[in-house]
Structure formats: structure tokens, C-alpha cells
């Protein structure tokens, strides 16, 4: 007989009225394809472990959705729905936007074995942010500043970021103005953008 976590049974008492087939299906099924699974609650979404996180599900105003936490060494690429939402299976509205029983219980088999054989879920690859570009106004307002200029050339790039990016962020040309004068000022003190956030 499964081990039920009540706070999961909580978790679908209290989600959509929708939802609470879908999330009743997905746990019955993984409970199904590995009787040894254990239930858990992380980052507040119900989650299945056998050896390792084996998958989760979670469910939100219109929609439900279900992932593997090693999808990647489980599914193509061209078949999962990851921009469409979290999971790799889309917004699951109802239990026909679920795959076939057959072919979910297959991808928790599988994701049993990865865990049982120790694979490790692929790193995933950090996106380069693209070079820091200081617009030439704001060069210029620097330059003739040189206490803010020196403070400026010595700051990190996170921390020169968040000064441009407050400078295009401006809607209008007075507040563009406005936040380059402010911006200026603080830097010849050597502040950064949010140094009234930051602990002494």
C-alpha cells in the first residue's frame, strides 16, 4: 500500500477544482510505476523521490503541470513543451493533455533506472550576458566628473549594469536626466546603484 503525504492530499483538497483529477492521475500513476516512491513537499509543490527527486507536480490557476527532474537524458528536446510552462508535458488543462498512461508510466520507469544507475542531470549551460554597453551621455556626464569616473572604472560590471540599465529604463527624458544627475552624484561618492539596500 503507497505511503501518502498528507500534505500532498492537502495540496490537491485545496487546488482547483480542475486540477484535482489531473493531480489525483499523477500521483496514482507514479505511485503505480515505482510502488517504492516516496512523497515530499519542496519549494511547495509536491514532489516523488526513489533515490534521488524523481519528478514533481504542481498546479496553478488554468493549468497543471508535471516534469521529470532528469528530463533532459529522458525526452527530445522536440518533445517536450518547456517554453510553454513548467514540466516538460505544457499546460495540462485536463487529463487529455497528458500523454498515454503506457508512455508516462515508461519515462517514470526510466527515470527509476538513471536514479538507480547514479546519472547525474546535466549542468545546465549559463548564458552569457551580452557586453556591457555605457551609453555615450552617460560617458560624457562621467568624464567630467573625475572622482565619478575613477569610482566608476573601478566598479564590477554587475554594479556598472545596474547604473545603465536604471538610465535606459527611463520613460521619459526629464527622468533620464533626473536619475543621470542622481547617478553621477553617487558614483564620485563611490555608491553603487542600490547602495541604500546593501548591509553595512
Known sequence: MPILDP???????KSAEFAQPILTHLRALVH?????????????????????MLCNMAAFKQHCSFGF??????????DTKTEEAMGQF???A????????????????KAMQLNEDGAKAPAKAKTAK????????FLAALEAQPAALTHF????TSKKRDYVEWLDEAKTEATR??????????IAEGKSRNWKYEKC
Not at 527532474?69 to 522536440?78: I, V
Not at 557586453?131 to 551621455?137: A, G, I, M, N, T
Open 7 to 13: 500534505r500532498i492530499d492537502a495540496y490537491i483538497a
Open 32 to 52: 503505480a510505476s515505482c510502488p517504492e516512491v516516496e512523497e515530499t513537499v519542496k519549494w511547495g509543490m509536491p514532489h516523488f523521490m526513489y533515490k534521488g
Open 69 to 78: 527532474w532528469k528530463a533532459e537524458m529522458l525526452l527530445s528536446q522536440a
Open 90 to 92: 505544457g499546460r495540462i
Open 94 to 109: 485536463s487529463l487529455k493533455d497528458l500523454p498515454p498512461k503506457k508512455t508516462l508510466a515508461g519515462y517514470i520507469k
Open 130 to 137: 551580452p557586453e556591457l554597453q555605457v551609453q555615450d551621455y
Open 153 to 156: 572604472d573601478a566598479f564590477s
Open 177 to 186: 536626466l533626473r536619475r543621470l544627475e542622481q547617478a553621477v552624484e553617487w
